[in-house]
């Protein structure tokens, strides 16, 4: 079933009742009711990474007592449709030397893969377009891909920066899935299960019912997952991937258009990606009170996006070496002892 | 015990950071929004009228014109029967214009002011040489304090002081009109001692050999033009110290 329960549950019934109704056989009653879902979780998400784009920017404005756009619009709030307009019109330029088919296809990876994760994301009570019982596994399966398209966009450009850019990425993103996956892991010990849906009905009730507060290695996992999942979204202090003043922009140099529009916005959803993963697994995901679940979700992840967003307007960028070195000296150790910690406490029954 | 200390001063910038962002921006929203210029900036130069009678507060002296570093000021005056000085045409070319205030600071009369308007570009260079019209109009709103009225006190009781008071005037005048007005001079007199020369061999010659004391009387003639101009300046001082009464 697509929709356990939930809000939106009576639509989709409907849906599938006219459907029936219209006599189609159910392969391609299947097929419309997720291509449906795909279009609107396509939509919306474009929209929260427009929107996450002019955030950043009236965030880094504001730390620096500026205004950021102000042009467009109340406060700027269609800056960012305006850019996207104007990157579909731009001259799509193309280097003469390159690499046909990778360059081409590396931003359709990049941004496919980073809208694959929505597939198991809970956005609200019974809003999840398929409960898979590998959800986690899924997603940090799927996110990965994203790596192999920077090194794909890095390699068939053609050009020094951008390859160097695409090195680095893989570098990095494999270096920090691992401690990221470990953090996440001590909570799946926990729930004793890989659903998604499964995580956030165990953190149901009251807060002190989240992950973060219920064991004592909630919040070591989450400060861990999200050193980690900043450097997956290759932000900074973890951008050297894309380090503007040593690499020009990295691995997207050679792109225009809107092949660098679907880098940069994928890079948007990313982020609201490991917000959305940190939200669902430390912070009781759609669980809250009075407000609808899906509001919750919402609230919650915005936080998590804004506290990354702090983040970026905060710390310097990490060197190469400081960086690997931060990923395999400190991050892999702490979030294994977090995981017998997570192990040795569940086995034991030392929580409430 | 060092990451503690670590941990510390990553949550101490991030405090730093959300404490800015809950401040106000301090950017000014330039078109809409404008700085209140203080009284005393430097911005276009503007020419000043009698808010009562209207007219300039100008009387063609000429110090601004002096003053000006740049040359960017052109004023033409003219004396009517009373022998008083009427403006014809005060021009400020604002491509030369460095607002540096010394015009301001030169006049005794409250005429020349730089205002605190600054948004005066054009399209075409042309358009920034502006002529009384358009400098009066400028002005018309300008508010000022006139200048406390010292220097016109002793004015009146010795008269020869005044002149004294006008010399340096004089000699420091522009040298748009002084170059052009020496020149004019200097020749005549020059042209009177070539003329002069031709008779002096003359006289020479019935004195004596004609060839060594015709290089002295053209090393004569060749000091005589720089003599001339020395000259000319005294005679030149009195006459605009008169002009400036």
Redesign the interface.
Same mark, same amino acid.
């Given at each position: 079933m697509i929709i356990a329960a939930g809000e939106l549950y009576p639509i989709f019934e409907w849906a599938k009742e006219l459907l029936t109704g219209l006599g189609l056989p159910e392969v391609w009653q299947h097929l419309i009711i997720y291509g449906a879902l795909a279009a609107i979780l396509f939509g919306t998400l474009s929209v929260f990474a427009l929107f996450l784009v002019w955030w950043e920017r009236k965030i880094a404005a504001h730390i620096q007592q500026r205004f950021g756009p102000m042009r467009v619009g109340w406060h700027g709030w269609y800056q960012t449709i305006m850019d996207a307009v104007k990157l579909l019109q731009k001259e799509d330029i193309r280097v003469a030397i390159r690499d046909k088919a990778v360059f081409f296809w590396a931003p359709v990876l990049c941004f496919v893969a980073a809208f694959l994760a929505y597939v198991v994301m809970p956005f609200g009570e019974g809003l999840i377009v398929a409960d898979l019982n590998i959800g986690i596994l899924y997603i940090m399966a799927v996110t990965t891909f994203t790596v192999i398209a920077l090194l794909m966009a890095g390699w068939g450009s053609h050009n020094k920066y951008a390859l160097l850019g695409g090195m680095r990425s893989a570098a990095q993103v494999v270096s920090y899935e691992v401690p990221m996956a470990v953090s996440l892991l001590a909570i799946v010990v926990f729930t004793g299960s890989l659903s998604m849906q499964d995580i956030v009905n165990s953190q149901s009730g009251y807060i002190w019912n989240w992950f973060i507060f219920k064991v004592p290695f909630g919040p070591i996992a989450f400060i861990t997952y999200t050193i980690a999942a900043v450097a997956e979204a290759n932000r900074v202090p973890f951008d050297i991937p894309e380090a503007e003043s040593e690499l020009v922009a990295g691995y997207n140099v050679e792109y225009s258009g809107m092949k660098f529009a679907m880098f940069f916005l994928a890079e948007f959803i990313n982020l609201f990606t490991v917000s959305a993963i940190a939200t669902t697994v430390f912070f009781g995901g759609w669980n809250g009170p009075l407000l609808p679940s899906w509001v919750w979700f919402l609230l919650k992840t915005f936080g998590i996006v804004l506290l990354m967003m702090l983040f970026r307007w905060t710390y310097p960028r990490l060197r190469v070496d400081q960086l690997m070195k931060f990923a395999w000296k400190f991050l892999v150790p702490v979030t294994f002892a977090n995981l017998i910690l997570a192990g040795i406490i569940k086995y034991y029954g030392w929580y409430w | 015990m060092g990451i503690f200390k670590d941990i510390k001063n &990553?949550l101490a910038? &991030?405090g +730093?950071?959300?404490k *800015? &962002?809950t401040? *106000?921006? +301090?950017?000014l929203?330039y078109p809409e929004e404008k700085m209140e210029m203080p009284e005393r900036s430097r911005g276009i130069v503007v020419l000043l009228s009698d808010k009562e009678t209207g007219k300039l507060n100008c009387t063609a002296c000429e110090l601004c014109a002096r003053a000006c570093p740049t040359g960017a000021i052109m004023i033409k005056q003219h004396r009517d029967e009373n022998k008083k000085k009427v403006l014809d045409a005060f021009v400020i070319d604002n491509t030369l214009c460095c607002f540096c205030g010394l015009c301001e600071e030169s006049c005794n009369f409250d005429a020349i002011k730089m205002a605190t308007k600054y948004e005066f570009s054009t399209t075409t260079k042309e358009d920034l040489i502006w002529d009384v019209k358009k400098l009066q109009e400028m002005g018309l709103d300008v508010p000022y304090t006139p200048k406390p009225k010292k220097k016109p006190k002793p004015k009146p009781k010795p008269k020869p002081k005044t002149e004294g008071d006008a010399k340096p005037a004089a000699d420091a005048k522009p040298k748009a009109d002084k170059p052009a007005e020496v020149k004019a001079e200097a020749k005549p007199v020059e042209k009177k001692e070539e003329t002069a020369t031709p008779e002096a061999p003359k006289q020479a010659e019935g004195e004596a050999d004609s060839k060594p004391k015709t290089t002295e009387v053209e090393e004569e003639a060749k000091a005589d033009p720089a003599q001339s101009e020395t000259k000319t300046e005294p005679e030149d001082g009195p006459k605009k110290g008169e002009e400036n009464e």
């Open positions: - | &990553l910038g &991030l +730093i950071t959300s *800015h &962002l401040r *106000h921006a +301090i950017t929203q």
